[in-house]
């Protein structure tokens, strides 16, 4: 009998600890990764657009993410940007911003040409992969 | 042991509650959501055609919801849409468009100016991320 | 006595069996599926140079699948596409290549006219929809 009530708590506990991650999943801010693969001023443009109206619908509520990559890298370039000043006032309020390390290497461009706090990962694409699968929404810009 | 039994009853129960819910997820037809933010006449047309394509695949059993956000937001507008005629008709075979109340808001577009039936949400990138939270497949028109 | 043992087993067993399914959806390689719908020789460019950088980053460890659909299909046909070699390539590789059938009837494209080992499938947007719903992530090439 004791046994029993050994495995009755063991259920009862795992049920409970399921309940209590599926709670703060529920309760997580929303998610979203943008990709930006163009360097169409316009497209730029058109992205701190996209993001400052997520911005205004949930504040700190949303986790940001805009990964740069192909000819989209110049949007995060301090010469080449459109939008320079955006992505510095934006970086400021938490959206992380990253440059593709292949893109980087095809195009001879140094991290001392991105604009400041300006991020890298290894593969653009496969970040974009990776961010969908911890249950990001995905966005093209 | 009649508490035993009452937690028995218990963990039975929330154990086929469970087992309920997700068989209604698998049971539960298609959901696409799909983002138009281009003026481009041949970008909408292709759009129409890709419904038209899902709609004959799926029939009722597909939920489709069309974004119109940025430049796409022309798709909807009575005066300017490419595809005027088609998205009236595909209103009626229960396809949902929507417009971005913060594009409508910069381009100082009304309501009036919308296709017949076209709704509106406050952000049209929040409704995109909000859909795919909820399980909808996305697809870049 | 001998019931409510029956009944602990059985909630048991659901238990495990749940634990194992999530163990192997989580042990799962990547797999992404890229949407090609332009014929424009540098988008086709591009996507082939995505594609070789998620294979170096993942190798054997990720399933990659590209629908050619509307005018994105010539980046299959032997005759019009700009990166042939490259598909024949990469289907060597493992990567699927799949065009639309409903774009193939619009634009009286026969099988032969597709590069050799491309497979069709009867909507290219139902295609990407399904793989969505899968667990597959999206890429818009």
């Known amino acids: 009998m004791k046994n ?6 063991t259920l009862i506990t795992m049920t409970t600890s399921n309940a209590q991650s599926k709670q703060a999943e529920v309760n997580q801010k929303h998610r979203v990764v943008f990709q930006m693969n ?10 701190v657009n996209n993001i400052q109206n997520v911005k205004k619908a949930w504040g700190s509520e949303v986790a940001i ?16 940007s459109a939008v320079a000043q955006d992505v510095t006032k934006m970086i400021k309020t938490g959206v992380i911003f990253v440059a593709c390390e292949n893109t980087m290497a095809k195009k001879n461009i140094t991290k001392a040409e991105l ?3 300006v991020g ?12 969908q699968e911890q249950g990001w929404s995905y966005i093209k810009g």
Do not use: C, R, W, Y
Request: glycine share 6%; aromatic share 2%.
């Open 115 to 117: 604009i400041e706090n």
């Open 4 to 9: 029993l009530i050994l495995i009755f708590l």
């Open 38 to 47: 163009s360097n169409d001023p316009e497209s730029q443009k058109a992205l």
């Open 120 to 131: 890298t990962v290894p593969s653009g694409v496969a970040e974009i992969i990776i961010k």
């Open 65 to 80: 993410e805009v990964v740069a990559h192909g000819s989209g890298i110049e949007m995060v370039m301090t010469e080449k």
